[in-house]
């Protein structure tokens, strides 16, 4: 069964970029029927936000609202894809998550998350 | 905000049903059947619960339900249990692979 997993710091300070990278285990990155999202909720417990997809050829779709500050990248070599948020907040502190996503955005599965704090 | 509007709680009693809401515009909820449910448990992975409106992933009991009417979709749980309190979250697709999501209702079983 599909399983995705985050990675990355959990601690990043004020004005630095956030990196996370999600490993997919037990089925491939490069399937044509899928893309592979990010949300993140923020703070942790209160509304979630989709920051942005992609699919495994590397085309992209962006949340309006983080467009400028948000790259996402795949790496179809090592079954990952991964997330760059640049010039972070305390308001970027959520917890981050990794799901597959079908056209239509149902997100399943889910990574578990990981916790992302912003703070000097 | 969130560009959905849920309660932010619900509850019921073991054996009883809850309904859900998620009110969203002609643009999301109304325009489209694709909303999605999700279930939040703490440190766990979140986990498909409702997609398309009424759809039911493999695993998950019969007790859930979606629907839909107009601009606002519905999820029932009958015949509450215990493991059924967590967070509930709805979302729909919103055209040109826009997701929207709902803020959350935090669903307790007396």
């Known amino acids: 069964q599909l399983q995705l997993q985050e990675s990355g710091p959990g601690l990043v300070k004020p004005s630095e970029t956030l990196s996370l990278t999600c490993t997919v285990s037990?089925?491939?990155?490069?399937?044509?029927?899928?893309?592979w999202a990010w949300i993140r909720q923020q703070p942790p417990g209160k509304g979630l936000e989709c920051i942005g997809?992609?699919?495994?050829?590397?085309?992209?779709y962006y949340n309006p609202s983080l467009r400028s500050r948000v790259t996402i990248s795949v790496d179809t070599s090592k079954n990952q894809f991964s997330l760059r948020l640049s010039s972070v907040t305390a308001a970027d502190t959520a917890m981050y998550y990794c799901?597959?996503?079908?056209?239509?955005?149902?997100?399943?599965?889910w990574g578990q998350g990981t916790l992302v704090i912003v703070s000097s | 905000q969130s560009a959905l509007t849920q309660p932010p709680s619900a509850s019921g009693s073991p054996g009883q049903s809850v309904t859900i809401s998620c009110t969203g515009t002609s643009g999301d909820v109304g325009g489209y059947n694709y909303v999605s449910w999700y279930q939040l448990h703490p440190d766990t992975a979140p986990k498909l619960m409702i997609y398309e409106v009424s759809k039911r992933p493999s695993g998950v009991p019969d007790r859930f339900s979606g629907s839909k009417s107009g601009n606002t979709a519905s999820l029932t749980v009958s015949g509450l249990q215990a493991e059924d309190e967590a967070d509930y979250y709805c979302s729909s697709y919103a055209g040109s692979n826009n997701l929207l999501f709902g803020g959350g209702t935090k669903l307790t079983v007396l």
């Open positions: 799901a597959r996503s079908d056209y239509y955005s149902n997100l399943d599965p």
């Open positions: 037990d089925g491939s990155i490069s399937s044509s029927t899928y893309y």
């Open positions: 997809t992609i699919y495994y050829t590397g085309s992209t």
